[in-house]
């Protein structure tokens, strides 16, 4: 799900500005880069681009990028106080990298997105967290997404048309029915069941 640096950010109305540094927050995105140079740009905007009431902040795990990843996230930082870094001196290649943004996040839910994924959906968290609102049955929400190969209009859905609308702890485990790989390390594993007990977690990233 990749597209290249978009400028249309600046020309939206809403930026969260609302949302400063020691703020609780309701939602806690979680964007995980590694040499995404050419698509961390989208990423963040469509996350920037978000029409919501809910106090949102921005968490970047960057895993010391060899690229201009950290050069552009900078840029950013300085224009968005909600933007929160946390940086890898030397490349992990791990788990890890996940792990510490979930335990570095203040949010009631946590939205997981890749560095070259992006959003389209405007009202995503909004719709999102008000279903996690709205429904104490649920710990988690998910959607599909469309996979851009960068050739054409991207049109191939990742999750498949017969896919439950509900699913159960064991049957998340036992399959990946959403554009989210699972994770390998036991870390990441113990803080994402973690996360979806305690209703914290969007299991979710990238799509429309």
């Not at 400028?7 to 949302?19: G, H, I, Q, R, T």
């Not at 190969?149 to 609308?165: I, K, L, N």
């Not at 159960?168 to 399959?175: A, F």
Request: aromatic residues 4%; charged residues 25%.
């Amino acid at each position: 799900m990749h597209l290249s640096g978009r400028d249309a950010v600046e020309k939206l109305s809403l930026k969260l500005s609302n949302v400063k540094i020691g703020d609780d927050a309701d939602v806690s995105i979680l964007i995980i880069t590694y040499n995404h140079a050419d698509y961390i740009s989208s990423a963040l905007d469509g996350v920037l681009a978000q029409r919501t009431d809910k106090r949102v902040e921005v968490i970047v795990s960057e895993d010391s990028s060899t690229d201009a990843t950290r050069t552009i996230l900078a840029r950013y930082v300085e224009r968005h106080p909600q933007i929160r870094t946390l940086a890898s001196p030397q490349n992990l290649r791990s788990n890890e990298v996940v792990a510490r943004a979930i335990r570095a996040a203040r949010g009631r839910y946590i939205c997981l997105l890749d560095g070259d994924d992006y959003w389209t959906d405007h009202d995503k968290l909004q719709r999102q967290a008000g279903m996690l609102d709205a429904d104490p049955t649920l710990s988690a929400v998910f959607h599909n997404a469309l996979v851009d190969d960068g050739e054409g209009v991207p049109s191939r859905r990742w999750t498949p048309a017969d896919q439950q609308m509900r699913n159960d702890v064991d049957e998340l485990w036992g399959g990946n029915p959403f554009a989210l790989p699972h994770p390998r390390s036991l870390e990441v594993a113990v803080a994402v069941h973690d996360a979806v007990r305690r209703g914290r977690i969007d299991l979710d990233t990238g799509g429309p």
